[in-house]
């Protein structure tokens, strides 16, 4: 049977709403955490909301989600901006999904750029809030030799004595 194809954002009035709204929020998030404000970043996340960030333990909560954002800011990370590229949302549920770009700046003032993807899971408890927040990064990991090199002492080597695997008898 035909069905007509409708778009992951919809195209009513109350989809487009959402749509925007969330886009509204995802920059409120940004400019508010490029400002220092991080409690107004946390008070988007519902009382259960967790924040997954990558190599960190998940965060529940807004207050220790507050604290977390205060940490990346204390540590460099600024010029947070968010780009939604979809949203789809049913009843009071929608997800977001977009891309990053932040820059951090080290201890000796270089600065490194991070870009990547993200996936906000939101619910309107009176007003949007977010549930799920987790992102990944675009840029390639260190590799596994690179890392064990950085965590070997001063001065060892690693010394390759053959490349020829033994044959059996």
Request: glycine letters at 8%.
């Amino acid at each position: 049977m035909y069905r007509p194809y409708s778009s992951p954002i919809g195209g009513t009035a109350s989809s487009m709403d959402v749509l925007s709204t969330i886009r509204g929020l995802t920059q409120d998030f940004s400019m508010n955490f490029n400002t220092g404000n991080y409690d107004q970043v946390a008070g988007l996340f519902a009382s259960d909301g967790i924040f997954m960030a990558p190599h960190n333990e998940s965060i529940v909560g807004p207050k220790p989600i507050e604290r977390k954002l205060r940490e990346f800011g204390e540590n460099g990370y600024q010029d947070l901006r968010l780009e939604t590229i979809r949203v789809d949302s049913s009843g009071d549920m929608a997800m977001e999904i977009g891309r990053y770009s932040v820059s951090v700046v080290s201890e000796n003032s270089s600065t490194n750029a991070d870009r990547g993807k993200y996936v906000k899971v939101w619910r309107r408890l009176g007003a949007w809030r977010i549930v799920a927040d987790c992102w990944s990064s675009n840029l390639p990991a260190a590799s596994a030799q690179a890392s064990e090199e950085k965590s070997m002492p001063p001065g060892d080597k690693v010394t390759v004595i053959s490349n020829e695997v033994p044959k059996s008898a």
